[in-house]
DNA sequence: TAGATTGTTAATCGATTAACAATC
DNA sequence: TAGATTGTTAATCGATTAACAATC
């Protein structure tokens, strides 16, 4: 249930072509070809095409692309116009972040709760969403049919707050806690890990030598 | 200047072995394999010690990874000892929510202080770092010698940013933007971009259907 | 038509995985 | 020694890139 036919790698590139096509077509442009697209974003045209190739045949040979016709299939293949709702788990900082984060709109998410384990945090209410506690979590992804779940609690508690929600129904992960949580098949998951990306970025600081 | 040698996927993964070798330390053990390694993190064995190879040899054949040097190799390697120093360009919610976030300092990563163009948080405190104008941003990286630039302004402002950054003095670039920002050669730049991964989630919520 | 650009095939590249001799 | 596990070589896999016939 994993590999749905598009490589991941196409996929993760897929929404950088959808940003710089609402770009162009909020300027007025009708038509780009892989080429204009490559320049933009820094990526060899033939990687755009081949990618492009993975949705359908869109583009018209010795023309381009309709900007208008693949921002829509992009769209429609990347779900962004469903809407989605989500629940973050762990209302610190972060999850208050995201909760608040008028952005996701755009991409059809809303936020319909947080929750945490903390008595001082559950009744509050951040960017307008309640925060409950935890224990409530099943009943209202249940009663909601919530998809996603957002995990911003701190490491230690990252796998059980990751298999309450696949207990509760939630199909799709985001997490944010700086752990590694397994899932069973079927779930998908998809971890930011800003703690691994540091150690990366720690090691080109390192290999740049100090500035002085 | 960006092929270090050491393989990107490679570099990607060093942080989660540091990570589990930390725990395993923490638990008092003293020597771990491969294997057991490859079972916590759900990675094969021999990427694992293909992995370790990159770095020098550790390993005893016959008993496996001594925990305590290949801790302190993996480190070293990453830097993650040596003091960092940070900016946070603009102090909007995630800006705060990075300065505040404590799990930093165990990277040796300090944020001494935040940026922003709106008048209304120059001259706050976020976590007990100032919130300076932007303008000023040039003067304190030169004098303090940061080596680190974190973006966190909307996307239509990321790359006047990165490249303020970048002229100032700064060679490593943490992009939470949800823009392709360019830099030149030399210059270090990682970005999170929550915004396609969200996408990539949403292309997955299309595929499980809607739950009901 | 001539010029441009696609979609796709084939060649290249690099990473993952399996297997195993070397070593404790 | 026998059993275990490494580091590395070779085989496999999959993605990127280059080239080009097909098409507008």
Redesign the pocket.
């Given at each position: 249930m994993d590999k749905p036919g598009i490589?991941?790698?196409?996929l993760s590139?897929l929404p950088l072509y959808h940003r710089f096509l609402a770009q162009v077509s909020e300027a007025g442009r009708a038509v780009?070809?892989?080429?204009?697209?490559g320049r933009a974003l820094n990526?060899?045209?033939?990687?755009i095409?081949?990618?492009?190739?993975c949705l359908?045949?869109?583009?018209?040979?010795?023309?381009?692309?309709e900007v208008a016709e693949l921002l829509a299939n992009l769209e429609e293949f990347l779900g962004l116009a469903n809407d989605k709702e989500a629940v973050v788990v762990g209302a610190g900082r972060l999850g208050q972040a995201l909760a608040s984060y008028p952005g996701f709109a755009a991409y059809g998410l809303r936020i319909v709760a947080l929750f945490d384990v903390d008595p001082a945090k559950i009744g509050l209410e951040v960017a307008e969403r309640p925060v409950f506690a935890l224990e409530k979590l099943a009943d209202l992804v249940g009663r909601l049919h919530i998809q996603m779940g957002i995990i911003t609690v701190p490491a230690a508690a990252a796998q059980a707050v990751a298999d309450a929600m696949v207990a509760a129904g939630i199909t799709v992960i985001w997490n944010f806690a700086p752990a590694r949580v397994g899932v069973p098949a079927g779930i998908w998951l998809e971890s930011e890990d800003l703690a691994s990306h540091l150690a990366t970025l720690s090691y080109h600081i390192k290999r740049r030598g100090r500035k002085a």
């Open positions: 490589p991941r790698p196409t590139r780009v070809s892989s080429e204009e697209m990526l060899p045209a033939a990687q095409r081949k990618d492009l190739s359908a045949e869109f583009g018209r040979p010795g023309v381009g692309y």
